[in-house]
T-cell receptor, first 114, second 115 residues
Framework: AQSVAQPEDQVNVAEGNPLTVKCTYS??????LFWYVQYPNRGLQFLLK??????LVKGSYGFEAEFNKSQTSFHLKKPSALVSDSALYFC????????????FGGGTRLMVKP | DTEVTQTPKHLVMGMTNKKSLKCEQH?????MYWYKQKAKKPPELMFV???????INESVPSRFSPECPNSSLLNLHLHALQPEDSALYLC??????????????FGPGTRLTVL
């Protein structure tokens, strides 16, 4: 079975500081990893994904994520946070061995303060 | 067009009502999904359609009835719902089920309140 863990319910950062939102995963095969962001009362927006190749993946709105196979992690990062980045972030994994369905982490609320 | 649209945005219904949620995409995607999301929780998969055929039903109560009239449309028919069914209902689509690396595109959701 596949699973995703987001160990922090909430992350607080000051505007202009770097941010990291953590994600670890467990799959039986090769993982396909995704990050989504959700603003209040909205659907999920795709940010970026890791399929294969370069461990550093760049995505929308200046976000990037680093795939670390040995630590089974896929942390989301941004060099300089904006107040408008405040939202709910979901990490997700997809594994061919699990019927190709997305499994989501519990979500992390990012609060960026001016 | 890289958008998934959902109507209505908000829906309030009584426990004896019958209503429907509608989802539409024009990206040529052949997989479509219904999710239920409670506040501050991740989306929970309800149904998956692949090439207009129901592929997955995650043991959803029969008061929820999905329908895929064509490759662009997905409906969720609601009947005799319970207050605990109040949630944000999200529709999503992806190119197809066969390619695990394809991301899902989500609609804005329908906020459902059952009185």
């Amino acid at each position: 079975a596949q699973s995703v863990a987001q160990p922090e319910d909430q992350v607080n950062v000051a505007e202009g500081n770097p941010l990291t939102v953590k994600c670890t995963y467990s799959v039986s095969g090769n993982p396909y990893l995704f990050w989504y962001v959700q603003y209040p009362n909205r659907g999920l927006q795709f940010l970026l994904k890791y399929i294969t190749g370069d461990n550093l993946v760049k995505g929308s709105y200046g976000f990037e994520a680093e795939f670390n196979k040995s630590q089974t992690s896929f942390h989301l990062k941004k060099p300089s946070a904006l107040v408008s980045d405040s939202a709910l972030y979901f990490c997700a994994v997809r594994d061919r061995n699990a019927g190709n369905m997305l499994t989501f982490g519990g979500g992390t609320r990012l609060m960026v303060k001016p | 067009d890289t958008e998934v649209t959902q109507t209505p945005k908000h829906l309030v219904m009584g426990m004896t009502n019958k209503k429907s949620l509608k989802c539409e995409q024009h990206m040529g995607h052949r997989a479509m999904y219904w999710y239920k999301q409670k506040a501050k929780k991740p989306p929970e998969l309800m149904f998956v359609y692949s090439y207009e055929k129901l592929s997955i039903n995650e043991s959803v109560p029969s008061r929820f009835s999905p329908e895929c009239p064509n490759s662009s449309l997905l409906n969720l028919h609601l009947h005799a719902l319970q207050p605990e069914d109040s949630a944000l209902y999200l529709c999503a689509s992806s190119q197809d089920l066969g390619a695990s690396y394809n991301e899902q595109f989500f609609g804005p959701g329908t906020r459902l309140t059952v009185l």
